[in-house]
């Protein structure tokens, strides 16, 4: 997830929509205008936020086919009802804690990639960053500062409108300048951040012209990761990034076994169950056979031409379920820490030091497996299922803090421990780790240079700033 928050700045799992970054960077330049106290600029932030919401719920009705590549806006569910009933009063939605929780609506799912993008300002205020362009944002969202003081907005008054709605920035001067920002036309070095994000926005935008891009995490993973398309294309070659991020989409699939492989520990423990009970589940469910011998029957992890081989996506092994799953894509991820080399290796690994040989990571898994290649690999599952215990216990505590309401001190686990015993207080998730993909479509989506005609991603009509 470092590697990822590195590879994608400007964006995170909760940036849904490109027109709020223009929003907030307007309201932020409003703010400072009338010189707004926190309470009035929090009152504005929610007010503009609920007419965005409201115009673009009832475009979102209306022209479905506009919004196919584009999120809904933010409190859709909360806006749709009163949308539908004609009158959408904006006090009543915009008070606190009913469109949005936080006092500042929207605003902190996405501050911290404004103040990346230096939409608005770095320090504890509310003002527009270097790089807002008040003139093309006023351009294209003015109409919002107009309507905030309405008490109510008819059927009508939403309709007419229309180009306020998250899709607007598609073709309006607010998106152009997002666009622009986003994709950073001349920052080719991926020395700066401006330059690794315009690097994976040209990959991206690179892949749907190369192959059929339905689901973007999905198929753009495998075709980064595995299709000999993405090795031999000029551009994708020209760009470091490309190998950077097949190291880590290789990298996702263990981090999503491991999750898959400690849900399915977890939700195994049923009442009391002792470590070995637990442990002996997880070797029951594997075969009889050494470590070494295992490993040598996964699919091959290369092609014959040395590249990385689709092995996680072999159907035999598709065809097992969890725990067997999980332990053999985690084998194939750490036979990877010893196969890729370069930009690979560095997506793959990550760039912290300590984090390549941390307890879990492939490097690591590679040298316990030497140790253990000539024993039982239902010994070795026993072993590791002691391992993730201990160390849900280590993570757990480290992350401990006290209860400011009665002092007592709150460790954050669902699994507990008293000696050989352990017992759960809740269900645990599995899933995959986001390589945050789908959002970054989505809001280029929203500014023009994606866009997705019957369920395929294709480049939009701003997709020229990243060719
Ligand atoms: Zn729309």
Redesign the pocket.
Known sequence: MNVVDRLVPGVTTVTLNARYYALHGLIAAEARKRNLGITAAQDLLRRAEVVVGA??TQ??QR?HA??EA?SRPHAYDVILPKVRKGGVDIGALAAPKVYAQPNWGFWPAYRGSEMLLRIVTRANEIAPGERFDHAAVRAGLDGVLGLVNERTLDTDTLDTN?EL????SVDSPDGAWLAELFSSPGADSNATRAGVRRQTLRMIARVVQLTEVRRVTRDISRFVAYDPVAFDDDVLAGIDLTAEWRGLVLRNASTTAWRGLWAWLVNSIEGLTTRADLSDRFAAALPSVTTKNFQDGLPSTLTDTGRPAPAEHDPDLAATATPLWSLSVLLLGARRARELTGHELHGFQGHDPEDILEELAPTWLADRLDDWADRPLRDFARWLTMIMIDRSQRLALAKARPDPKNGTLKIPTRVHTRDELVFRDSTETAGAAALRWDQLAGILAGMGVLARDEDVWTLGPRGDLLV
């Open positions: 115009v673009s475009h979102y022209h506009a919004h584009i229309a709605c998250v899709c607007g």
